[in-house]
Each structure stands twice: as C-alpha cells, then as structure tokens.
C-alpha cells in the first residue's frame, strides 16, 4: 500500500485541500484513494493532526496536544498505541491501493529530524512508498498571516522583530526544512510545490485522476483590522482560547463580538515593512534550483508594496482598549 502526505506549509490552502479531501472521499476511493478518519481530531474530519501529534517530541505539551486530551507526557505511551490500534483497525477496512493524509503541523511543529523520523516509522508500518506533497509561500507574508491567525486562535505575543524573524530558520528556512525531509523520507519522494494564491485545490487534485469533482466553497475569514488584532492579543492574556481541553466559550464570543462591531483602523499588512524583505533570498534560491530546477534561482513573485520605514509596534491606548472592551461588551449583551 502506498501514501501521499500533504505537510503544508501553513496558510497555504491546507484548510481548502482538506475540504475538498472530504468533499471528495467516495469518489477518490472509487479510484483506489482512501481519505482516513481516525487521524482526525478536533481540526477537522480530514485534517490528520493525530500524525503530528504522535510524531512530536514527549516533552511539546502544547494546545495541538491539549486538544487531543494530553496534558502530561506520561499519556503519550497509551495515546500513541491508540493511534496505532485505530489507524490499522480502519486500513483493515479498505481495500484502497493508496491512503492520502493531510495535516499542515507537520511542518510547522515536527521540527527535529528525530521527530520527522518517528513519523516516517509510524508510517512505515503500514506503507511501502510514502510520497510527500509541500507548499510553500512567501516568507514575508507568512509572517503577517500567520501573526494575525496567531492572535485569532489565542496568542499573546507580539510580532516579532526582522532580527528575531531571521532566526526563525525552522519556520521559515524552506531548504532547511526541506534537507531535513529528504534526509528522512529521500529528496525523490519529496514534491515541492509554490503558493501564490492560485487555485490550490485544483493543483492539489492533479494529483488524482478524477474528474467533476466537488470544489469546496471558499471560505471568507473576517480579516481583523490592527485595533481589533492589538485588542484581542490583549485580552487573549485574561481570557484564554483553551480551557482544559476544550476551546472557552467565553473566549469564542468575544472573538465573534469583535468580528462584528465597527471599529476602524489599518490592515495588517501595514505591519511589513523594508527590513522584513529579502531575509530568506539565499534559501529560496537554493529550493529554486535544486528542487524545482529553475536555473534563474527565482522561488516566488516579487513582493510589491511593502512600507518603506522601519518596524514599529502598533501601540493601542487605554481608553482605546477600553472604548472596544465596552462596544464588545454591548454587542454580547445583544447576541
């Protein structure tokens, strides 16, 4: 039997892909593919979190994990041996040729090889050939998505500084990543893709001989502007996401709240600024060449209007804070 794993990267359509994996299902497995549900959790019926889970090293008890019931390492042994028993209990069911997984914090999360490793063992088990499918996009606007879904799913931190962002290298370094996954998996098995906002399902499903299939609706997330985003950040310190293991009620209403009053301000976006540009340049070049072949060295578009000054914190007062806290507070009362 064999697999395709879709790793990511973040903010990269993975939400779409596995949308459409589920849309999908029953004509995928008409054409030997089987979409798994046992390494799901609570991000999704195709969203195989369970893999990074499992695969992560024991002392990460972070909210993925939470969310999966683990709150101590001593619950590994037993977690890990349920993911086991219930994957090959379902692969028992199938009769499929090829299983197809996704699960974005694969990426982002299995970070040390030795933890890479442990999931290409996991996968050993039941697979003979084990095909790798990745995308990538801009640095630079990674940054700013993902700080502002940061905050929008419980971060209290700041955006970080260009010099801190350099450092980022096993986020953001994609031929370090990459060098990593191939160690582990072989560069052959590896398929490196870019994002670019294109259609990434479409690109995804090139992958599958089928034909008319159900596209996933597009999902509009409300952006939340600068004010909205430093509000929440704030509050996120007093008020947080998960509670046990289980998102907080509370929490999920001020963030529906927020979403919804009038408060305005700038984008996000004005956040990247001159000294964010260009600090990845050499590792794109290196992706470019030596795993799509382009011999121009080119990975992605150039980057257009970024602001020319350096970084400064958005700063929100008091009373601003206080003005939103009340405008919140009046629109919960209503809902």
């Not at 892909?17 to 799901?40: A, C, H, M, T």
């Not at 998960?242 to 979403?259: C, D, F, K, Q, S």
């Not at 794109?284 to 020319?308: I, M, Q």
């Not at 958005?314 to 009046?330: K, P, V």
Request: hydrophobic content about 30%; overall charge positive.
């Amino acid at each position: 039997m064999k697999a395709i794993l879709h790793i990511g990267t973040e903010k990269t359509g993975t939400t779409t892909i596995q949308n459409g994996l589920r849309l999908n299902k029953e004509k995928l497995y008409k054409k030997g593919y089987f979409v798994p549900e046992s390494l799901s959790g609570k991000l999704g019926i195709c969203n195989h979190v369970k893999l990074a889970c499992y695969a992560m090293n024991d002392r990460k008890m972070n909210n993925l994990r939470k969310l999966e019931g683990i709150n101590q390492p001593k619950q590994l042994a037993n977690y890990r041996q349920k993911v086991l028993d219930h994957f090959q209990e379902e692969l028992d069911g199938t009769n499929a040729s090829t299983v197809v997984m996704s699960n974005e914090h694969c990426s982002s999360r299995l970070i040390q090889e030795k933890e890479i490793r442990r999931l290409k063992e996991f996968l050993d088990r039941f697979f003979e050939e084990v095909k790798i499918i990745v995308y990538f996009r801009r640095q630079e606007e990674l940054l700013i998505s993902g700080y502002s879904t940061g905050i929008s799913t419980g971060s209290e931190q700041k955006l970080m500084s260009p010099e801190q962002y350099s450092q980022e290298v096993n986020r953001y370094d994609y031929y370090q990543m990459l060098e990593k996954w191939s160690t582990v998996f072989g560069k052959e098995n590896i398929d490196v893709n870019v994002y670019e906002g294109n259609d990434v399902f479409a690109d995804f499903m090139s992958n599958f001989s089928i034909k008319r299939v159900k596209k996933p609706k597009k999902k509009y997330n409300t952006s939340l502007n600068l004010p909205k985003l430093e509000f929440l950040r704030r509050m996120n310190k007093y008020v947080p996401r998960i509670t046990g293991n289980t998102i907080n009620p509370r929490w999920h209403a001020i963030v529906r709240a927020l979403e919804e009053i009038e408060y305005p301000g700038p984008s996000v976006k004005e956040l990247l600024t001159e000294d964010y540009v260009g600090i990845y340049d050499e590792s794109n070049r290196k992706v470019a060449e030596e795993y799509l072949g382009r011999n121009d060295g080119r990975l992605f578009e150039e980057l257009n209007n970024v602001n020319t000054r350096n970084k400064q914190d958005f700063e929100l007062s008091d009373e601003e804070f206080l003005n939103m806290l009340t405008q919140i507070y009046w629109k919960m009362d209503r809902n």
